[in-house]
């Protein structure tokens, strides 16, 4: 499921929330690589996982996705990000 082009979508919408010009050459955020490791079932329903910004470890997006009831969808459930991308992207606290 998280390799699923719908979960692509959700994430690559996300980060451009983030970045306005994510994954373009004007973007902070340049690239992301879902942790495969962090994949893991929310024991409230949904899964959860983290996805990597630019190839570095310290910069990560926590995602947790639910499928909805009534429409089969996969939709964003909730997450949040590391300190790291904060300052990457110029959030302040």
């Keep these: 499921i998280v390799k699923s082009e719908e979960v692509k979508k959700i994430i690559e919408d996300d980060l451009k929330e983030l970045d306005q010009f994510a994954l373009t050459d004007k973007g902070k955020i340049k690239s992301y690589q879902i942790d495969e490791k962090s994949i893991k079932h929310n024991p409230m329903g949904g899964i959860d996982f983290e996805v990597y910004l630019n190839s570095n470890k310290s910069l990560i997006v926590y995602y947790g996705l639910e499928k909805n009831s009534e429409?089969?969808?996969?939709?964003?459930?909730?997450?949040?990000?590391?300190?790291?991308?904060?300052?990457?992207i110029g959030v302040k606290e």
């Design 71 to 88: 429409t089969k969808a996969i939709e964003y459930s909730g997450g949040g990000y590391s300190k790291e991308v904060k300052e990457l």
